[in-house]
């Protein structure tokens, strides 16, 4: 309990608030670096789960790769491409872009898997062409599962990018690795805690936005009509 009432010392001290390394300098950094890997990642993973969803090939292959990424261990891997590209930023993305890949591949092909096949074959029998029934019915149906993984992408991405502190002077991290060096646990805590902030809040934002996509999508018996107008 100490100190967690000295990490709030720390987090709430006006120094901590301006001057190099200042705290919502390294949140900007960090929500910026989350946001970079997963336009990364979404630019490979989601036009590649459309397809498996929507053709049916390659889903097996699918599975295999996500769940061998998935196993990936973060620090090691991040290590491994930083002695591939040496130390800089550039290491950390695409560490952490291999790593933020399975959720949103997943919810791509699952959104699309989801979706009742007659809805399809009704799509298919009104004269829709194959772009059409993805852009018109796959992709509007499929939205809350592909959110949910790029909820579950940011979330990650947000927690294991204090690991980028480790080789770029980057985000949150550094105030976990500045901390553990000059064993500074006030630093190191409230670092921790802001992290946990930011996730929170992010978590909350995709929440909502799936509950939006829900209420925009209406039934399937109902959708069909409104798509073909």
Do not use: C
């Not at 900007?28 to 990364?40: A, D, N, P, Q, S």
């Not at 491409?81 to 591949?105: E, F, M, Q, R, S």
């Not at 985000?171 to 690795?177: C, N």
Request: aromatic letters at 8%; glycine letters at 12%; zero cysteines.
């Amino acid at each position: 309990m100490t100190f967690f009432i000295a990490a709030l010392a720390w987090l709430a001290d006006p120094a901590h608030y301006s001057g190099p390394g200042n705290i919502p300098s390294r949140l900007l950094e960090h929500l910026g670096f989350t946001l970079v890997t997963l336009v990364f990642a979404s630019a490979i993973a989601i036009p590649a789960g459309y397809y498996i969803g929507h053709t049916g090939r390659g889903r097996r292959l699918a599975i295999l790769v996500t769940g061998a990424l998935r196993a990936l261990p973060t620090l090691g891997l991040l290590t491994l491409v930083a002695l591939w590209v040496g130390i800089g930023l550039d290491a950390p993305y695409v560490a952490l872009t291999i790593l933020a890949i399975p959720p949103i591949l997943a919810g791509a092909y699952t959104g699309f898997e989801a979706i009742d096949r007659t809805t399809i074959d009704a799509a298919t029998a009104m004269g829709m062409s194959g772009g059409q029934v993805v852009r018109k019915v796959e992709v509007p149906l499929g939205l809350p599962l592909l959110i949910g993984g790029l909820r579950s992408a940011t979330l990650q991405v947000i927690a294991t990018a204090t690991l980028a502190a480790y080789i770029a002077d980057v985000g949150l991290g550094r105030y976990l690795f500045e901390g553990l060096k000059t064993r500074n646990y006030d630093e190191m805590l409230g670092g921790s805690i802001l992290v946990i902030l930011l996730a929170l809040v992010l978590e909350g934002l995709f929440a909502g936005a799936t509950r939006l996509a829900l209420r925009m999508v209406p039934p399937a018996t109902g959708l069909l009509p409104e798509l073909t107008r």
